[in-house]
């Protein structure tokens, strides 16, 4: 067995073999910046690099060790050799250590880690609430809703990076953050003790860098209404027949008239005047006001622009039905296809209005979903719900006639004929559709006030239809119809 071993030993050495033992080495690391350094933003470019003369270096670890961040002291891998810090710096200031240690391509790490201490600063971030319920300084009302929004300098940082904090007077333990530079406040925080009250309220805003510095804060009050005085708030009227003289008096007079008859309790409903006052400014807005109330009613009358406030906030509207409100709607120009205009396009009336869509008049590209009322006729519309009643009118434009897919819904109809141009079918242009959520959509695309029909020849037929009386008795139905009806 000795021999054996010795001659195998004497082979090998005698084949000329030379057994290499690899020195054992670590890699070295090195940052870029070293020694005392001056105080930097919070906001730093850090660079480092490794180096091993045994190999090659297949990444590194690196870390920070910030007293204000106790917590976090993991290493963290990278085959990069510089990162972007954002370091927490919450009071303005702090004193933390960058390691970073090389890693070689046998898994061999850098026991003495590069260390470089620097000293970081942070200036608190500005905000300035600009859009609000009390624009200058005139004092508004809202009900319990409320949208804001703000412009953001941040003198040392990313002002895109800022979040804030919002919160209504007495709620500052429970915040709500908001990313970007407009927020709704949710209806709920407006409760106190449970319910809704009048009476001013006050929206503070704090914002927060990306290094936890907290800037000061800026507020806004103003006066917020309570839905109604008692428990139910059956009614919102919207009043957006933003025009003066005796259209205007007509339109107002003929929906108060109604509500009137209805039997609806006055105090189990709000009215909101929009030549007045504008308490929307976003669709969340919008939706969160609606759904303080059972009903919304919003009326425009013979205006034949697009109501403004529902092109900005439309959107609302179908979020309120999808969450089970009911909605009436008159208006003009309700519709936006082709070259006519409106706050809704067709994808809502597939979704909302159990329809394929508007009748269009024309050809491509000239086409037109807005029709039309001779100036030197009144055209009749039959009114199918809730008893078989004729209305009339003439010389206005923007009626929608909708493709409905159910014939039970139709509330008012153009007879063939009746319009401008001249429609070879009935046309619908008032609808009355449930909704899946347990909504309901009253959609009526005529001015039921029809007071400027006034010069009738005396053999017209259209003078067995008094006037404007049989409007009132049309509204009247549909507010019943509608569910407003008692108190």
């Not at 240690?101 to 600009?130: K, S």
């Not at 895109?160 to 919160?167: E, G, L, N, P, Y």
């Amino acid at each position: 067995m000795i021999a054996l071993s010795l001659y195998v030993g004497w082979s090998a050495a005698g084949c000329g073999a030379k057994k290499v033992v690899e020195p054992v080495s670590s890699p070295q690391t090195y940052i870029f910046v070293q020694g005392p350094v001056d105080t930097v933003n919070h906001i730093v470019k850090l660079h480092w690099f490794g180096s091993d003369p045994h190999g090659y270096i297949a990444g590194y670890e690196v870390r920070l060790l910030n007293p204000a961040a106790p917590a976090d002291t993991a290493w963290g891998f990278t085959t990069a050799t510089d990162t972007s810090l954002t370091v927490l710096t919450p009071t303005g200031y702090t004193q933390a250590v960058f390691e970073a240690r090389a890693i070689n391509d046998r898994g061999v790490r850098d026991p003495d880690p590069a260390r470089q201490t620097f000293q970081f600063n942070n200036q608190p971030p500005l905000l300035r609430i600009q859009g609000k319920p009390n624009s200058l300084e005139h004092s508004d009302t809202t009900f319990a809703s409320v949208t804001v929004d703000w412009t953001v300098v941040d003198p040392d940082g990313n002002a895109d990076a800022v979040v804030t904090r919002v919160w209504l007077d007495g709620r500052q333990d429970a915040p709500q953050i908001a990313h970007g530079t407009t927020f709704t406040m949710p209806s709920a925080e407006f409760l106190q003790g449970g319910a809704y009250l009048s009476g001013p309220r006050t929206l503070y805003a704090q914002p927060i860098d990306d290094g936890g510095m907290a800037g000061p804060i800026d507020s806004c009050t103003w006066y917020v209404r309570q839905p109604v005085p008692g428990a139910r708030a059956r009614l919102l009227v919207i009043d957006d027949a933003q025009y003066t003289g005796g259209a205007k008096v007509r339109v107002d007079t003929l929906y108060s008239n109604a509500l009137a008859r209805t039997g609806i309790d006055p105090s189990t409903m709000r009215v909101i005047h929009l030549a007045a006052t504008q308490p929307f400014r976003s669709a969340t807005d919008l939706a969160q006001t609606f759904a303080q109330f059972e009903n919304v009613l919003w009326y425009r009358g013979e205006l034949t622009s697009v109501s403004a406030a529902l092109n900005n906030y439309g959107d609302g509207v179908g979020t309120y039905l999808e969450h089970g409100g009911h909605f009436f709607l008159e208006s003009l120009n309700l519709i936006k296809a082709w070259l006519s205009p409106g706050p809704f396009d067709v994808d809502w009336v597939q979704r909302y209005l159990n329809s394929d869509g508007v009748l269009l008049f024309g050809q491509p590209p000239d086409s037109s979903a807005s029709w039309g009322v001779s100036s030197t006729h009144p055209t009749v519309l039959h009114s199918f719900q809730p008893t078989d009643s004729v209305l009339a009118k003439r010389n206005i434009a923007g009626l929608r006639g909708l493709i409905t897919r159910d014939r039970s819904q139709v509330l008012l109809e153009a007879t063939a004929s009746g319009l401008t141009p001249l429609n070879p079918i009935s046309i619908p242009v008032a609808l009355d559709v449930p909704q899946a959520g347990g909504g309901r959509l009253m959609f009526v695309t005529f001015p039921l006030v029809t007071g400027t029909v006034d010069a009738i020849p005396a053999d017209s037929l259209y003078t067995t239809y008094p006037f404007p009386q049989r409007a009132s008795v049309v509204l009247l139905g549909m507010l019943q119809r509608f569910g407003l009806s008692g108190p």
